[in-house]
């Protein structure tokens, strides 16, 4: 089977979704609406026809977009927040220290100091 890229350099028209092994499900977690060549609401600049945005290809191809990326629960909301807040060494008595002293339990800082006494304490 040829790479999308020998395809492309044939010619410039869209391909069948035989030719690019179009599948209607996710593979991999990867689906056509996190490919570089998605084009909303339900195209692609590669594949002719409609295509599903859960739908797959063997051309797919992880898009950079930031819109497109999944975010993660544990993805830091504000990184180095406990290091500006306390000098020295972060220790588990320090972030104890740090999140009583917040009047508002439900901020970034008390947060963090709570995350940081569960992961390390």
Request: net charge positive; hydrophobic share 25%; proline share 3%.
């Amino acid at each position: 089977m040829k790479t999308f890229k020998e395809y492309f350099t044939e010619s410039k028209q869209k391909h069948s979704k035989e030719e690019a092994g179009y599948v209607a499900h996710t593979v991999k977690g990867q689906r056509c609406d996190q490919c570089t060549m998605w084009r909303a609401p339900n195209k692609c600049s590669a594949v002719a026809g409609d295509i599903k945005p859960e739908a797959w290809c063997e051309w797919w191809k992880q898009s950079k977009r930031k819109d497109l990326q999944e975010k993660n629960i544990h993805d830091p909301v504000r990184p180095g927040i406990l290091k500006r807040q306390v000098k020295g060494k972060m220790s588990c008595s320090k972030a104890r220290s740090l999140k009583s002293k917040q009047k508002n339990k439900g901020n970034h800082t008390a947060k963090a100091a709570q995350r940081y006494l569960n992961y390390h304490c």
